[in-house]
């Protein structure tokens, strides 16, 4: 039987957040008022945390705001901040949501996974924005704070090469949330993490979308994980 868990979104007002509220119907939903995120003291943002399982923290288009220096602001000291208040609440597991946007500028013909990494246009605030709130999520896991998954999700709105719909993405999630990264299971497989671990122990990327011929993301891992669940 599967069990419900509390989870927090870090917003519900925004088409990603809303799109994530629907993949996860079957489990307790909370949400980050904006006035929170208003604090004089980033200890305030604790009380949050209370009685939570997982965080789900969304790096890209994950926000309302619309000026760069408050779009930088919330991708860098409030998302640290917001983690820092998750690890004290001893939160266990936090996924970082992104977007595989980032990859979009490479070339169609080369294979792309979730070991790539590149240097991101400042040009393009909010691409910019969810690399520099994986790298914050990042090195959260590197201190071993908790674990983060990264997902870096297809493209929610539009019938595109990399489209993401609700029924691929909500089996990736409740798989996802139900698994054991450390049971006697995974580790006979290597784990999840296995092949994070130059990266650091507790983070590991997935690619999403949905797989079909002419994709433009390889998605063997993610696949590969939920197996017969789609």
């Given at each position: 039987?599967?069990?419900?868990?509390?989870i927090?979104?870090s917003?519900?007002?925004t088409?990603i957040?809303?799109?994530?509220?629907k993949?996860?119907k079957?489990h307790?939903?909370?949400?980050?008022?904006?006035?929170?995120?208003?604090y004089?003291?980033?200890k305030e943002l604790n009380?949050?945390?209370k009685?939570?399982?997982i965080?789900?923290?969304?790096?890209?288009q994950?926000?309302?705001l619309n000026?760069?220096?408050?779009?930088?602001?919330f991708h860098?000291?409030?998302?640290?901040?917001i983690l820092?208040?998750?690890?004290?609440e001893?939160i266990k597991?936090?996924?970082s949501i992104?977007?595989?946007d980032?990859?979009?500028?490479?070339?169609?013909?080369l294979t792309?996974?979730?070991?790539w990494?590149i240097?991101?246009?400042?040009d393009n605030?909010?691409?910019?924005c969810?690399?520099l709130?994986?790298n914050v999520?990042?090195?959260f896991a590197?201190d071993?704070v908790f674990?983060?998954?990264?997902l870096?999700?297809g493209?929610l709105?539009?019938?595109?090469?990399?489209?993401?719909s609700e029924?691929?993405?909500?089996?990736?999630l409740?798989?996802?949330i139900q698994?054991d990264?450390?049971s006697e299971?995974?580790?006979?497989s290597?784990?999840?993490?296995?092949s994070?671990?130059?990266?650091?122990?507790?983070?590991?990327?997935?690619h999403i979308?949905?797989?079909f011929?002419?994709q433009?993301?390889?998605t063997?891992?993610i696949?590969g994980l939920i197996?017969?669940s789609?």
């Amino acid at each position: 039987m599967k069990q419900k868990k509390n989870i927090l979104i870090s917003s519900s007002n925004t088409e990603i957040g809303k799109f994530l509220s629907k993949c996860l119907k079957n489990h307790n939903l909370k949400y980050i008022e904006e006035s929170k995120l208003d604090y004089t003291d980033p200890k305030e943002l604790n009380e949050i945390f209370k009685n939570i399982d997982i965080y789900f923290h969304l790096g890209y288009q994950g926000t309302n705001l619309n000026k760069e220096k408050d779009l930088i602001d919330f991708h860098t000291r409030k998302t640290y901040d917001i983690l820092f208040a998750a690890g004290e609440e001893n939160i266990k597991r936090v996924f970082s949501i992104s977007t595989l946007d980032l990859y979009l500028e490479i070339e169609s013909n080369l294979t792309v996974t979730e070991n790539w990494e590149i240097k991101y246009p400042v040009d393009n605030i909010n691409i910019l924005c969810a690399n520099l709130s994986e790298n914050v999520c990042k090195e959260f896991a590197r201190d071993e704070v908790f674990e983060v998954i990264n997902l870096r999700l297809g493209d929610l709105i539009n019938s595109s090469n990399s489209k993401l719909s609700e029924n691929k993405l909500s089996s990736c999630l409740e798989r996802l949330i139900q698994l054991d990264f450390y049971s006697e299971e995974s580790k006979q497989s290597k784990g999840p993490f296995y092949s994070a671990r130059k990266k650091g122990p507790n983070w590991i990327n997935y690619h999403i979308q949905d797989s079909f011929n002419g994709q433009r993301f390889l998605t063997n891992k993610i696949d590969g994980l939920i197996g017969d669940s789609l």
